[in-house]
């Protein structure tokens, strides 16, 4: 895992878009896999530097939605904790 990028504030503001987009999907799909994002979902561009950013840290990995189209998924421990433990991620990351 490597150091957080300078523009800490983005990374954080992606992330949280990443998170609750996630927890959205999940609780409207009503399955226990974690469900991808496209970059439309979160209105940024294919490969993102934030986006790339949260990758090298190991917070999502880049994937595809069911529909086909270029996204990004959480990683399973971030993606099981609760809004608050994951704003308490953040900020000792960043």
């Known amino acids: 895992m490597r ?3 300078i523009n800490n504030r983005g990374l954080k503001e992606v ?3 990443v998170y609750v987009r996630t927890r959205e999907k ?3 799909e009503g399955c ?3 469900p991808a994002v496209s970059f439309d979902e979160l209105k940024l561009p294919f490969q993102h530097p934030l986006i790339m950013d949260l990758r090298d840290l190991g917070i999502l990995a880049l994937s595809s939605t ?3 189209k270029c996204g990004v998924v959480l990683r399973e ?3 099981s904790l609760t809004r ?4 308490d991620f953040l900020k000792k990351l960043c």
């Not at 608050?84 to 704003?87: A, D, I, K, Q, T």
């Open 15 to 17: 992330a949280q878009r």
């Open 84 to 87: 608050v433990e994951f704003n």
């Open 77 to 79: 421990p971030y993606a």
């Open 26 to 28: 999940r609780d409207n």
């Open 32 to 34: 226990l896999d974690i």
């Open 3 to 5: 150091t957080p990028p």
């Open 66 to 68: 069911k529909d086909g």
